[in-house]
């Protein structure tokens, strides 16, 4: 991450933060504590990394506020060192658009509204009527069809197909492979088989969305299947037809979303919950991994669990399953004494 440079000082300034030692250090890179070199800043979340950073080359670090061991001689201190390290590496990582227009190897058709700034690779293949952006970006073998919305500063990574209709914001970044608009998964069961559901809505993507490799998320059958802005979603997640997802989301992978469902704002779902269709999954809750959701969920509400229920509850009862085979052995034990002991009563009474 070589190429720009600031001091201590400006850095503690984009984080927020209070600078301990010289402010006029110069600071080329960020870089782990193994790596750093003499010229880099590295940080650690927490004390119990004190000795990694006492050993790391590191020329400054970004420590928490509370650390409780000698200070290095150059620090900047924070609340967050965890998002003082995003924003940080970020600023190294930053690079200013050159657009290099649209390949020869490109095939765009003609009803295409195209913004000069833009970089369009070999192999991208763009239909009737869509719009392009400016300093948008689309990698070799992307496929967008027809009457797509493709806003400013867009980044769509090779091998993504973008299916008609579809829109997308502004500084969304889509990664390979990502199927944004195919058919959501509606049938009627009818006296011959299955009769399929004609999915002619479309998919909204607000700005600042960033949808992780291998990802499809479904059109509706009718209106719009929503992503709400800001709203980060991992790999290999699944969303299905007329899903609305609020804002400021963070869906982690092999989630799979029901058609219909609702999804408020600064919803957090672990690895691999499933959510049924067609309930409300309240603002600002929470979804331990591998949950299975059947029904609604409450604003704020911390679930876990199969079928989810409150996150305490759940860990009180995985704490009896692993009694289990001991509670098993006492039951049994506290059988055969009982047994025993009606056997006297008869024998006495006989």
Same mark, same amino acid.
């Given at each position: 991450?070589?190429?720009?440079?600031?001091?201590?000082?400006?850095?503690?300034?984009?984080?927020?933060?209070?600078?301990?030692?010289?402010?006029?250090?110069?600071?080329?890179?960020?870089?782990?504590?193994?790596?750093?070199?003499?010229?880099?800043?590295?940080?650690?979340?927490?004390?119990?990394?004190?000795?990694?950073?006492?050993?790391?080359?590191?020329?400054?670090?970004?420590?928490?506020?509370?650390?409780?061991?000698?200070?290095?001689?150059?620090?900047?201190?924070?609340?967050?060192?965890? #998002?003082?390290?995003? #924003?940080?590496?970020?600023?190294?990582?930053?690079?200013?658009?050159?657009?290099?227009?649209?390949?020869?190897?490109?095939?765009?058709?003609?009803?295409?509204?195209?913004?000069?700034?833009?970089?369009?690779?070999?192999?991208?293949?763009?239909?009737?009527?869509?719009?392009?952006?400016?300093?948008?970006?689309?990698?070799?073998?992307?496929?967008?069809?027809?009457?797509?919305?493709?806003?400013?500063?867009?980044?769509?990574?090779?091998?993504?197909?973008?299916?008609?209709?579809?829109?997308?914001?502004?500084?969304?970044?889509?990664?390979?492979?990502?199927?944004?608009?195919?058919?959501?998964?509606?049938?009627?069961?009818?006296?011959?088989?299955?009769?399929?559901?004609?999915?002619?809505?479309?998919?909204?993507?607000?700005?600042?969305?960033?949808?992780?490799?291998?990802?499809?998320?479904?059109?509706?059958?009718?209106?719009?299947?929503?992503?709400?802005?800001?709203?980060?979603?991992?790999?290999?997640?699944?969303?299905?037809?007329?899903?609305?997802?609020?804002?400021?989301?963070?869906?982690?992978?092999?989630?799979?979303?029901?058609?219909?469902?609702?999804?408020?704002?600064?919803?957090?779902?672990?690895?691999?919950?499933?959510?049924?269709?067609?309930?409300?999954?309240?603002?600002?809750?929470?979804?331990?991994?591998?949950?299975?959701?059947?029904?609604?969920?409450?604003?704020?509400?911390?679930?876990?669990?199969?079928?989810?229920?409150?996150?305490?509850?759940?860990?009180?009862?995985?704490?009896?399953?692993?009694?289990?085979?001991?509670?098993?052995?006492?039951?049994?034990?506290?059988?055969?004494?009982?047994?025993?002991?009606?056997?006297?009563?008869?024998?006495?009474?006989?």
């Amino acid at each position: 991450m070589e190429g720009r440079q600031a001091s201590l000082s400006d850095l503690a300034r984009l984080v927020g933060g209070r600078v301990r030692g010289d402010p006029e250090f110069i600071v080329t890179g960020i870089s782990s504590l193994d790596d750093a070199t003499n010229s880099q800043i590295s940080f650690a979340v927490n004390h119990r990394l004190a000795q990694k950073v006492y050993s790391s080359r590191a020329g400054a670090f970004i420590l928490p506020e509370s650390w409780p061991e000698k200070l290095p001689p150059n620090v900047i201190e924070v609340r967050d060192p965890y #998002l003082a390290y995003a #924003l940080v590496a970020n600023y190294f990582v930053h690079s200013v658009f050159v657009p290099r227009g649209v390949s020869p190897g490109a095939s765009v058709a003609h009803s295409c509204c195209i913004h000069e700034e833009v970089t369009i690779e070999a192999g991208v293949v763009i239909g009737e009527g869509s719009t392009i952006g400016r300093h948008v970006h689309i990698y070799p073998g992307v496929v967008i069809g027809k009457d797509v919305e493709v806003l400013d500063e867009t980044v769509i990574f090779p091998n993504v197909v973008i299916y008609d209709g579809c829109r997308i914001g502004r500084r969304v970044r889509i990664h390979a492979g990502v199927v944004i608009g195919a058919d959501g998964f509606g049938y009627a069961q009818g006296p011959d088989g299955m009769v399929k559901i004609p999915q002619i809505g479309i998919v909204v993507i607000e700005d600042d969305v960033e949808i992780g490799a291998n990802t499809t998320i479904d059109r509706a059958a009718l209106g719009e299947t929503r992503i709400g802005m800001g709203t980060k979603i991992d790999n290999l997640v699944m969303i299905a037809h007329n899903v609305g997802m609020g804002k400021h989301c963070v869906i982690v992978s092999q989630v799979g979303i029901s058609g219909s469902t609702k999804v408020g704002s600064g919803v957090m779902m672990g690895g691999q919950v499933g959510v049924v269709g067609h309930i409300k999954i309240g603002d600002g809750a929470r979804i331990g991994a591998k949950s299975g959701v059947p029904q609604s969920i409450g604003p704020g509400e911390t679930v876990s669990g199969i079928p989810a229920m409150a996150h305490v509850k759940w860990l009180r009862m995985v704490n009896v399953l692993k009694r289990l085979p001991d509670l098993l052995k006492e039951v049994r034990n506290i059988k055969k004494r009982l047994e025993r002991l009606e056997d006297h009563g008869k024998r006495k009474q006989s």
